[in-house]
Nanobody
Framework: QVQLVESGGGLVQAGGSLRLSCTAS????????MGWFRQAPGQEREFVGA????????YYTESVKGRFTISRDNAKNTVYLHINSLQPEDTAVYYC??????????????WGQGTQVTVSS
């Protein structure tokens, strides 16, 4: 079992930037692909993007390409989500997840509790 804790959310004005962090308790963090998901009010949880075990491969949903960047630091057991040019529609609870395959959004098994991102206009 992997414990995941997100942080870095908050209230941001439209056009601003934010960096979310997700830290894992497992010593085998580097053995997992890591994904980011989000859930807006009244909406289903959606896939945002993911990163491979080594950090050399990433995969994003088309709607966030160019604004969202995922990176990881395996020495710190941490994955990051950098968001630029925030828009009100980015308002959501953001979750990180660990899985075996970075390229398949349906194969993430461990989840954090989420961190709230609110974008004001």
């Amino acid at each position: 079992q992997v414990q995941l804790v997100e942080s870095g959310g908050g209230l941001v004005q439209a056009g601003g930037s934010l960096r979310l962090s997700c830290t894992a308790s497992s010593r085998t963090f580097s053995g997992y692909a890591m994904g980011w998901f989000r859930q807006a009010p009244g909406q289903e949880r959606e896939f945002v993007g993911a990163i491979s075990r080594t950090g050399h491969m990433t995969y994003y949903t088309e709607s966030v390409k160019g604004r969202f960047t995922i990176s990881r630091d395996n020495a710190k057991n941490t994955v990051y989500l950098h968001i630029n040019s925030l828009q009100p529609e980015d308002t959501a609870v953001y979750y990180c997840a660990a899985g075996l395959v970075y390229s398949d959004p349906g194969r993430f098994d461990y989840w954090g509790q989420g961190t709230q991102v609110t974008v004001s206009s």
